[in-house]
């Protein structure tokens, strides 16, 4: 019921930035929690960042002081500023935006957007 479409992956040298972008459309709930994962070749999906609806943010040990992650409830979305980038980080990164409606949680998962990380 709600579809969601990332934006601003790419290809950037080590120590460059990027800003992450997902928006969601469709059934008008009120989306809880938002985040964003990676996933590597031949790597499980793993969690980047998260955010509540209230503003509580959480991040992996990895990306502590270099990714931020914010949202616009009023637009719903949710968009991650990652600085400082290295290879490591070279992923597909997924959009989730988790709600409830009618009483069954559900989790949205975008399409992916690839962010490579090479000089």
Same mark, same amino acid.
């Given at each position: 019921? @709600?579809? $969601?479409?990332?934006? #601003?992956?790419?290809?950037?040298? %080590? &120590?460059?930035?990027?800003? +992450? ?7 008008? @709930?009120? $989306?809880?929690?938002? #985040?964003?994962?990676?996933?590597? %070749? &031949?790597?499980?999906?793993? +969690? ?72």
């Amino acid at each position: 019921q @709600v579809q $969601l479409v990332e934006s #601003g992956g790419g290809l950037v040298q %080590p &120590g460059g930035s990027l800003r +992450l972008s997902c928006a969601a459309s469709g059934s008008l @709930v009120r $989306l809880n929690v938002m #985040g964003w994962y990676h996933q590597a %070749p &031949g790597k499980q999906r793993d +969690l980047v960042a998260t955010i509540t609806d209230s503003g509580i943010t959480n991040y992996a040990d990895s990306v502590k002081g270099r990714f931020t992650i914010s949202r616009d409830n009023a637009k719903a979305t949710v968009e991650l500023q990652m600085n400082s980038l290295k290879p490591e980080d070279t992923a597909v990164y997924y959009c989730k935006m988790s709600y409830w409606l009618l009483g069954v949680w559900y989790d949205s998962w975008g399409q992916g957007t690839q962010v490579t990380v090479s000089s």
